[in-house]
């Protein structure tokens, strides 16, 4: 199976975030048990960029997820 690639472009100012999820991944190895991280922000922040740096960084499986654009159901529900 073939496994997607991505390029991944030098991101600016996100030494911090990428430091903060290498500490959170070494205690992960080291058997601290699991994480879970909450990642948000406005479109076109670099959300995605980010988690790509890190993936490609950890070398380890990553798993992603995504939703559906489902409608918002009405206040009263019908």
Same mark, same amino acid.
Request: aromatic letters at 2%; a negative charge; one cysteine or more.
């Given at each position: 199976? &073939?496994? &997607?690639?991505?390029?991944?472009?030098?991101?600016?100012? %996100?030494?911090?975030? =990428?430091?903060?999820?290498?500490? =959170?991944?070494?205690?992960?190895? +080291?058997?601290?048990?699991?994480?879970?991280?909450? =990642? /948000? /922000?406005?479109?076109?922040? +670099?959300?995605?960029? =980010?988690?790509?740096?890190?993936?490609?960084?950890? %070398?380890? %499986?990553?798993?992603? +997820?995504?939703?559906?654009?489902?409608?918002?159901?009405?206040?009263? +529900? %019908?």
């Amino acid at each position: 199976m &073939a496994v &997607a690639t991505h390029e991944i472009p030098a991101l600016l100012e %996100r030494a911090v975030c =990428l430091s903060e999820s290498d500490g =959170l991944l070494d205690a992960i190895r +080291g058997g601290s048990g699991g994480q879970v991280v909450l =990642l /948000g /922000g406005e479109a076109g922040d +670099g959300k995605t960029s =980010l988690l790509r740096a890190f993936c490609a960084s950890a %070398r380890e %499986r990553a798993l992603w +997820g995504s939703c559906e654009p489902l409608s918002t159901p009405r206040p009263t +529900g %019908r």
